[in-house]
């Protein structure tokens, strides 16, 4: 049981917009806006595709954003690709290291 | 451009050691925190370990604290993570990444196999 807590799935068609959400606690996302998106095709290494909750990394399409409210933070796919199929995490500064990254949300593009 | 290329991975029997080596480039090596990510067969991503980048601090996720141990050599630009008493459950893909600052994991590696089986 991870202290961050992710939808094991998710799913949307192509073009469609898709939401994760990530809920901690007010020790972690609630009280530190130092929240991580990455993105995991199996076979390859994780990608950083949102850091500090909104801010995306060079190279990383805008169709990718992050938000936060309260303890619970989202990543946002809008216009569904193909290849944005793959397994997303989520990791926020202020949990116990035991419990770095959420459990991870499976995306299926359908 | 960042590389972080992992070697070491191999099958180990359950109580053997294995050293796992991150050759990294492209960057200044001393100036970040690293840190070792690990993936299970059918599970998800594991923090396991980190160093600050003098090597003066690490910490270690709570199952393998006591039987591995992380290292740095800033000269030679290299990361290691010494395992000692494997278990099955340390079967995983190895992943050498660089901590950007506050658990922001900007730069991975590849990742090594290592599987502990008899």
């Known amino acids: 049981q991870s202290a961050l807590t992710q939808p094991p799935s998710a799913s949307g068609s192509p073009g469609q917009s898709v939401t994760i959400s990530c809920t901690g606690s007010?020790?972690?996302?609630?009280?530190?806006?130092?929240v991580s998106w990455y993105q995991h095709h199996p076979g390859k290494a994780p990608k950083l595709i949102i850091y500090?909750?909104?801010k995306r990394p060079s190279g990383v399409p805008n169709r990718f954003s992050g938000s936060k409210s309260g303890n619970t933070a989202s990543l946002t796919v809008s216009g569904l690709q193909a290849e944005d199929e793959a397994d997303y995490y989520c990791?926020?500064?202020?949990?116990?290291?035991?419990?770095?990254f959420g459990g991870g949300t499976k995306l299926t593009v359908l | 451009e960042v590389q972080l290329v992992e070697s070491g991975g191999a099958l180990v029997q359950p109580g053997g050691s294995l050293r796992l080596s991150c050759a990294a480039s492209?960057?200044?090596?001393?100036?970040?925190?690293m840190t070792w990510v690990r993936q299970a067969p059918g599970k998800g991503l594991e923090w396991v370990a980190h160093?600050?980048?003098?090597?003066?601090?690490?910490d270690y996720e709570d199952s393998v604290r006591g039987r591995f141990t992380i290292s740095r050599d800033n000269a030679d630009n290299s990361l290691y993570l010494q395992m000692s008493s494997l278990r099955a459950d340390d079967t995983a893909v190895y992943y050498c990444?660089?901590?950007?600052?506050?658990?922001?994991?900007?730069?991975w590696g590849q990742g090594t196999l290592v599987t502990v089986s008899s």
């Open positions: 160093i600050k980048y003098d090597g003066s601090g690490k």
């Open positions: 007010s020790s972690d996302i609630g009280d530190y806006n130092y």
């Open positions: 500090e909750v909104t």
């Open positions: 492209g960057f200044t090596f001393s100036s970040y925190w």
């Open positions: 990791s926020s500064f202020g949990v116990t290291k035991n419990d770095v």
């Open positions: 990444v660089r901590d950007a600052g506050w658990y922001r994991f900007d730069q």
